[in-house]
């Protein structure tokens, strides 16, 4: 997709800078309040076991608007990943993260260290990725000239500021979607969106088989990784090396080993083609409808309006 | 026509490239029974019960189902698998649906009935072993002893004759595990015939109506518990120690403490004997349906007699309990605590429903022929 021009005004180019930087503060923070707690207990110091196997599946399965049809849901999050993708300037998709934020927090319930640390993953990619940009695409005035080999030119103008905004912004707001999804709606109910969308049965059933043992793998690979910490693995980097390759292999035996077990499992209960889908229907309320409605109507209206900026 | 549900006659096994891991296995289970198959790891006690249903195929010999010959094609496999339900040891191959809802409900789907059938014997079967409610948690937020109810759910919703469960109580915890047996209990009350094997003997000793000793691919003997751990040459050849109780016991007789005869079943039948003559009071068993009773007529009744204990039986009844907030003294091997609540003068209540009064009644009166105490169960 083609990147459109700059900014209409420098005071819109600082202002976005401005929120964006406010936004990946606030992230910061929340990620500094995760790593520096208080440890209430006066124990030695132990690693915060805070991410475990489950942790966006539980946020999913608990979370208040879990009974919220999970179409619903999916045509908000899908509708505002489209838009902020679409939208030229980095306003629409910051407003789209901030309500997204809002609604994860304030609607969904979703604890802000759990939100913080898991914004962490994209923000970082996302900076990276912006940073490349910033020095290496060209165009527009300069603004910091760094150094040039050859006909290497490493620095800043307005067009990589703008561009460089603009794929944070994007990222961000698809992040935020994204994550209102995961935390919102768990996998199983899913499976029945995926049944209507046409999606063929081989492929739904492979899904869900690979859903319900994503957890048992995960929990055979902690147990195997813990008996070679135990027993002294990883020391070294190269005995780390080492036990790495032994738990890959451990693994893919007994990710077999279960395959066939599901097999004689399967057939013990006279398999003939059918797997059943997870019995969940969703709760469509005239309030959660207006909602989205309203939503999906305000970021076009604002798509529309940055659209006739340009 | 015998009533035999299942017979094996003279099978022999090896998996490939291994010495034979079944070497001429003939027994029959007959319809209504408990048996248990005990014997030590490797004994080939998995490798037996994965036969009943046609997983594995025998090199020699045949299996007979409801008196029918096992034929290992389609269609005679799908029979046999909706006669014969088979309970994993682990759980975590056996439960592969992405929700509870789902996974009881694949048996009855892949036998192709109604969708409305399907829901009906999915809440059954939830209900029966006291999960209603889980339809839509997905396995992985279970707890063990939950997992494997959810797996026997699995297997009851195809409406089996036979329930086939190898090693149930493994890796559960003790109340957990007596839980479970409890619940094997009950699907027996309603008729289904059970096999199940384990190396727990003392699990064996007081569940079973029929042990099946296997060793090395071999049976050794088949015949009540009593008379099966009560060989001490057997237990040693088959590698198994003897149920504490019944050690106990044999210990007590070679040291004239008590005279030899019937070996006590359980707890109860051990204090008798030891206690001699009768006691001179003996305290009641009173019995209560909780199914035509409200919360408040339950309480009412406690209220009444504060010093009875009180215990309950089944799934249904104890969850009753906990709903109407009342607080029980015993929760497992109720009966054999209350006939020892009796023998020492108490009274003692036991709330439960359907068939497993008369399960208890039974129980009380076995208790009183053999022991001869003048235990009496009242309904309420």
């Given at each position: 997709?083609?990147?459109?021009?700059?900014?209409?005004?420098?005071?819109?180019?600082?202002?976005?800078?401005?929120?964006?930087?406010?936004?990946?503060?606030?992230?910061?923070?929340?990620?500094?309040?995760?790593?520096?707690?208080?440890?209430?207990?006066?124990?030695?110091?132990?690693?915060?076991?805070?991410?475990?196997?489950?942790?966006?599946?539980?946020?999913?399965?608990?979370?208040?608007?879990?009974?919220?049809?999970?179409?619903?849901?999916?045509?908000?999050?899908?509708?505002?990943?489209?838009?902020?993708?679409?939208?030229?300037?980095?306003?629409?998709?910051?407003?789209?993260?901030?309500?997204?934020?809002?609604?994860?927090?304030?609607?969904?319930?979703?604890?802000?260290?759990l939100y913080g640390a898991l914004l962490t993953i994209p923000i970082v990619f996302a900076v990276t990725g912006a940073l490349?940009?910033?020095?290496?695409?060209?165009?527009?005035?300069?603004?910091?000239?760094?150094?040039?080999?050859?006909?290497?030119?490493?620095?800043?103008?307005?067009?990589?500021?703008?561009?460089?905004?603009?794929?944070?912004?994007?990222?961000?707001?698809?992040?935020?979607?994204?994550?209102?999804?995961?935390?919102?709606?768990?996998?199983?109910?899913?499976?029945?969106?995926?049944?209507?969308?046409?999606?063929?049965?081989?492929?739904?059933?492979?899904?869900?088989?690979?859903?319900?043992?994503?957890?048992?793998?995960?929990?055979?690979?902690?147990?195997?990784?813990?008996?070679?910490?135990?027993?002294?693995?990883?020391?070294?980097?190269?005995?780390?090396?080492?036990?790495?390759?032994?738990?890959?292999?451990?693994?893919?035996?007994?990710?077999?080993?279960?395959?066939?077990?599901?097999?004689?499992?399967?057939?013990?209960?006279?398999?003939?083609?059918?797997?059943?889908?997870?019995?969940?229907?969703?709760?469509?309320?005239?309030?959660?409808?207006?909602?989205?409605?309203?939503?999906?109507?305000?970021?076009?209206?604002?798509?529309?309006?940055?659209?006739?900026?340009? | 026509?015998?009533?035999?549900?299942?017979?094996?006659?003279?099978?022999?096994?090896?998996?490939?490239?291994?010495?034979?891991?079944?070497?001429?296995?003939?027994?029959?289970?007959?319809?209504?029974?408990?048996?248990?198959?005990?014997?030590?790891?490797?004994?080939?006690?998995?490798?037996?019960?994965?036969?009943?249903?046609?997983?594995?195929?025998?090199?020699?010999?045949?299996?007979?189902?409801?008196?029918?010959?096992?034929?290992?094609?389609?269609?005679?496999?799908?029979?046999?698998?909706?006669?014969?339900?088979?309970?994993?040891?682990?759980?975590?191959?056996?439960?592969?649906?992405?929700?509870?809802?789902?996974?009881?409900?694949?048996?009855?789907?892949?036998?192709?009935?109604?969708?409305?059938?399907?829901?009906?014997?999915?809440?059954?079967?939830?209900?029966?072993?006291?999960?209603?409610?889980?339809?839509?948690?997905?396995?992985?937020?279970?707890?063990?002893?939950?997992?494997?109810?959810?797996?026997?759910?699995?297997?009851?919703?195809?409406?089996?004759?036979?329930?086939?469960?190898?090693?149930?109580?493994?890796?559960?915890?003790?109340?957990?595990?007596?839980?479970?047996?409890?619940?094997?209990?009950?699907?027996?009350?309603?008729?289904?015939?059970?096999?199940?094997?384990?190396?727990?003997?003392?699990?064996?000793?007081?569940?079973?109506?029929?042990?099946?000793?296997?060793?090395?691919?071999?049976?050794?003997?088949?015949?009540?518990?009593?008379?099966?751990?009560?060989?001490?040459?057997?237990?040693?050849?088959?590698?198994?120690?003897?149920?504490?109780?019944?050690?106990?016991?044999?210990?007590?007789?070679?040291?004239?403490?008590?005279?030899?005869?019937?070996?006590?079943?359980?707890?109860?039948?051990?204090t008798r004997l030891i206690e001699g003559p009768g006691p001179a009071v003996i305290g009641k068993i009173y019995l209560a349906?909780?199914?035509?009773?409200?919360?408040?007529?339950?309480?009412?009744?406690?209220?009444?007699?504060?010093?009875?204990?009180?215990?309950?039986?089944?799934?249904?009844?104890?969850?009753?309990?906990?709903?109407?907030?009342?607080?029980?003294?015993?929760?497992?091997?109720?009966?054999?605590?209350?006939?020892?609540?009796?023998?020492?003068?108490?009274?003692?209540?036991?709330?439960?429903?359907?068939?497993?009064?008369?399960?208890?009644?039974?129980?009380?009166?076995?208790?009183?022929?053999?022991?001869?105490?003048?235990?009496?169960?009242?309904?309420?």
């Open positions: 997709m083609q990147i459109m021009d700059g900014f209409p005004s420098p005071w819109g180019q600082i202002a976005a800078v401005l929120l964006a930087a406010c936004i990946l503060a606030g992230a910061g923070i929340c990620i500094y309040k995760v790593k520096t707690r208080k440890n209430n207990k006066r124990h030695a110091a132990k690693p915060p076991a805070f991410f475990d196997e489950h942790i966006l599946d539980d946020a999913a399965i608990h979370s208040p608007l879990r009974k919220v049809s999970a179409w619903l849901k999916l045509l908000f999050c899908l509708s505002a990943i489209v838009i902020s993708v679409m939208s030229p300037l980095p306003y629409l998709p910051l407003f789209i993260a901030v309500v997204m934020i809002c609604a994860s927090l304030f609607i969904a319930k979703t604890s802000p260290r490349v940009l910033l020095f290496v695409s060209g165009g527009g005035d300069t603004l910091v000239d760094i150094f040039t080999i050859g006909t290497i030119h490493v620095q800043i103008t307005t067009k990589s500021l703008s561009l460089a905004v603009l794929v944070i912004a994007r990222t961000f707001a698809g992040m935020c979607s994204l994550y209102f999804l995961a935390l919102t709606t768990p996998m199983t109910s899913l499976f029945a969106v995926l049944q209507k969308i046409r999606i063929p049965q081989a492929f739904i059933d492979l899904t869900m088989l690979i859903y319900r043992y994503i957890f048992v793998f995960i929990a055979e690979a902690i147990s195997i990784h813990n008996a070679q910490i135990m027993r002294g693995g990883y020391s070294t980097w190269k005995e780390g090396l080492n036990a790495f390759s032994m738990l890959l292999s451990m693994l893919f035996i007994r990710t077999w080993e279960r395959g066939e077990d599901i097999v004689v499992s399967m057939d013990s209960r006279c398999y003939d083609g059918c797997m059943v889908l997870p019995d969940e229907h969703g709760r469509v309320t005239p309030l959660s409808v207006s909602c989205v409605i309203v939503f999906i109507f305000v970021i076009l209206s604002l798509l529309v309006w940055e659209m006739a900026l340009l | 026509m015998n009533d035999n549900v299942l017979t094996f006659e003279n099978i022999r096994f090896s998996y490939p490239g291994c010495p034979a891991s079944l070497k001429g296995i003939s027994f029959m289970v007959g319809r209504g029974r408990k048996v248990a198959v005990v014997g030590h790891n490797g004994a080939g006690k998995t490798t037996l019960l994965q036969m009943c249903n046609g997983t594995l195929v025998p090199d020699e010999g045949k299996i007979l189902v409801n008196n029918e010959e096992v034929t290992y094609d389609r269609a005679g496999l799908r029979s046999v698998r909706s006669k014969v339900g088979m309970v994993f040891q682990n759980s975590d191959s056996q439960i592969f649906a992405p929700s509870v809802f789902a996974d009881v409900a694949f048996g009855p789907a892949n036998l192709h009935l109604p969708d409305d059938e399907i829901r009906e014997r999915v809440r059954d079967a939830l209900f029966a072993v006291g999960l209603n409610g889980y339809e839509k948690r997905p396995p992985h937020h279970l707890s063990g002893g939950e997992k494997k109810r959810v797996a026997i759910a699995g297997i009851l919703a195809m409406h089996p004759e036979i329930l086939v469960a190898d090693e149930p109580t493994a890796s559960l915890d003790p109340a957990t595990a007596a839980e479970i047996m409890d619940l094997l209990d009950e699907l027996h009350e309603k008729g289904t015939t059970i096999l199940l094997s384990t190396h727990d003997v003392e699990l064996a000793y007081r569940w079973a109506d029929e042990v099946i000793l296997l060793s090395e691919g071999v049976i050794l003997h088949e015949g009540a518990p009593a008379e099966v751990f009560a060989d001490n040459e057997l237990m040693k050849q088959a590698r198994i120690t003897p149920p504490v109780l019944l050690d106990l016991y044999q210990e007590l007789v070679r040291r004239h403490i008590l005279e030899s005869g019937i070996p006590p079943k359980g707890i109860p039948e051990m349906d909780t199914d035509g009773m409200t919360a408040e007529s339950c309480r009412s009744l406690l209220a009444e007699h504060p010093a009875w204990h009180t215990g309950a039986m089944e799934t249904k009844s104890r969850k009753f309990c906990i709903q109407s907030g009342i607080m029980l003294e015993y929760t497992h091997g109720v009966v054999d605590k209350c006939l020892l609540s009796a023998m020492n003068g108490e009274d003692s209540l036991i709330l439960t429903s359907g068939g497993m009064l008369e399960r208890v009644e039974s129980r009380v009166d076995m208790f009183a022929k053999e022991s001869r105490t003048d235990v009496k169960v009242r309904r309420v």
